[in-house]
Each structure stands twice: as structure tokens, then as C-alpha cells.
């Protein structure tokens, strides 16, 4: 199957560094508590990154950052060599970077296929007058973007694409994730942050989920930063794994790498393995 209105991303970049996105000396204080301390991250087109650390590490603040949901308080952070420090939540989005949740939020007394529709409304052009007296340009534009919901439901083979008209909250945990991921696609995005997709998911859906955050990339040719506790996942799917401990970026490579990283042994697995050994015990 294809999607085929998402268009692949990066096609038309023309920037110097070749990032897709560039955080450079990027902080975030909290009037006294500094959630994130001069890290720099570059994101190259079509790459799949982890962003790993312990709890309070810093990672949601960093996709709060890119997403504008935070302003920095030092530091830039650049989309296609253009900084986007300032600009709302919105303009990011229709610049071309999506999100999902660590706790989904899509409208549970929505259905499957209004929740994709609401994700396009930066790509539709009609104004309030226009949907009010839907002139014929509103319907096509209606039309064509109920055919590119469900062009993206199909991303995730047949079981959504059947239950387009099922209230969301019917769905199950694992399919309100797909839910959410297409919601996002529907903005047309270059950059999709995926904040713990695989969580409280089981063995099975993980290795489901795994195999679509690879195909978004290979199928679509989106970037993709997630922040992922599973570390089987991450060392699986990630080109690069950066590695947040108190809000400074303390390693990053390729996951080989990482898992052999002294740092990360210790401000990391380290304290996981510690903590698997106390629950153990
Ligand atoms: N809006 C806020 N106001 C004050 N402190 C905050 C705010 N947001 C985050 N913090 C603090 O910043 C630090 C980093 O938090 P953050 O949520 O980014 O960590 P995290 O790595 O995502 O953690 P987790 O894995 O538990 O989600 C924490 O100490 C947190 O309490």
C-alpha cells in the first residue's frame, strides 16, 4: 500500500549542515532547577533517534522545546537551518514537525477518522466562512482530505481503516497508539517525535509498533526522535542513541556504543540493573 499524499521528506531541504533539526547549546531552567543543560543534538533526514536517560533525565522537556511548547532559555534549536525558537506550537506543526504522547491525547468521543481529520486542520485552507456555506471548493477540500485519512489508516494495513467509525475510546491501547501516529502523519510532518511509542504495549504489539516506526521511515521517508524506556527497542531500532542524565546530553552513538558507554553503564543501566537486582531481591 502507499501513502500516497505524504510526501517524502526532505526532498527539497537546502541547508549547509545537511541537519534536518539542530539543537545547539540548548537549555531549559525551571526558576531554579535546570531540566536541560547545553545539549546539542543534530538530526540528519531519515534518521531514527532515541533520546535514553533516567526518570527526570530531561526528555520530554527537550520534545517540549522542539515542539514549542518551552521556549529555550539559552541555546537554538533549527529546523532546516532556520531556527524555530519563538514560533507556537501551531507554526511548528505546519513547519513540519509532529508529535505523539507519553499519555495518548486524541478525543475519545471522537471517531477514529474525525481524530485523523482534526490532525490536518494546518493543511486545510478554508476559513470559517467557508465551512459555514461550504461553497464547492470547501467540499473538494472536505472530499480530498477525508481520502488522505483514510489513505493513512491504511499505513496501518485493514483493522483501523474498519473501524474508522468507532469511537476511539472502543479502541484498544495498541491501536489508539496507531490512532495517534496517523493523526500526526496528517500534517504532513518531516520530523515525527514519538514520545514512548511502545508503551504498555505487550511483546507482540512492541514488535508490531517497532516494525512501523521503521516503515515511517523506509516507506516514508520521515525523521523520527523518540524517547523510548525499553531498551530492547532502542537498541534495535535507533541509527543513533543520545543520552540525557540530569539534563546534559552524556553520550551518544551508535548503539553499540552507547550500551558499552561507561557513562551510560553507570547513570543509566546501571542504575536499571540496580534497580532489576533490588526488585529481585
Ligand atoms: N513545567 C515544569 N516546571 C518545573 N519543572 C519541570 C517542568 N517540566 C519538567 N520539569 C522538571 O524538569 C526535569 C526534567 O523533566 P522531564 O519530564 O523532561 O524528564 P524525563 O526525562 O522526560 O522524565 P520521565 O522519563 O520521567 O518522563 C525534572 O526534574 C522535572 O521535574
Do not use: C, W
Amino acid at each position: 500500500m502507499t501513502v500516497n499524499s505524504v510526501k517524502p521528506a526532505g526532498d527539497s531541504a537546502e541547508y549547509s549542515s545537511g541537519a534536518l533539526l539542530e539543537l545547539s547549546k540548548v537549555t531549559k531552567r525551571f526558576g531554579g532547577l535546570v531540566a536541560v543543560q547545553d545539549v546539542d543534538l543534530v538530526i540528519k533526514p531519515r534518521e531514527i533517534i532515541s533520546v535514553i536517560g533516567p526518570n527526570g533525565a530531561g526528555k520530554t522537556t527537550v520534545f517540549n522545546l522542539i515542539t514549542g511548547i518551552y521556549r529555550p532559555t539559552t541555546g537554538n534549536i533549527l529546523l532546516e537551518g532556520k531556527s524555530l525558537v519563538g514560533d507556537n506550537p501551531d507554526q511548528i506543526v505546519a513547519r513540519g514537525i509532529t508529535r505523539t504522547f507519553q499519555n495518548i491525547r486524541l478525543f475519545n468521543n471522537m471517531t477514529v477518522l474525525e481524530n485523523v481529520l482534526v490532525g490536518q486542520h494546518t493543511q486545510l485552507k478554508a476559513g470559517l466562512l467557508g465551512s459555514l456555506f461550504r461553497p464547492p471548493r470547501v467540499k473538494q477540500e472536505e472530499e480530498a482530505a477525508r481520502k488522505r485519512a483514510l489513505d493513512l489508516l491504511t499505513f496501518f494495513g485493514t483493522a483501523l481503516l474498519e473501524r474508522q467509525d468507532e469511537f476511539v475510546m472502543n479502541l484498544s491501547y495498541a491501536e489508539r497508539r496507531r490512532v495517534e501516529i496517523a493523526r500526526a502523519l496528517a500534517a504532513n510532518p518531516k520530523l515525527l517525535l514519538l514520545d514512548e511509542p511502545t508503551a504498555g504495549m505487550n511483546e507482540a504489539e512492541t514488535l508490531e509498533a517497532v516494525k512501523y516506526v521503521r516503515r515511517l521511515r523506509d516507506e516514508l521517508g520521515l525523521t523520527i526522535l523518540l524517547i523510548e524506556h525499553k531498551l530492547a527497542v532502542t537498541m534495535g531500532i535507533s541509527d543513533r542513541i543520545a543520552v540525557l542524565d540530569y539534563g546534559r546530553k552524556i553520550a551518544e552513538g551508535l548503539p553499540e556504543e552507547v550500551r558499552r558507554d561507561e557513562r551510560v553503564i553507570a547513570a543509566y543501566l546501571g542504575k536499571s540493573a540496580r534497580v532489576d537486582q533490588e526488585a529481585r531481591e
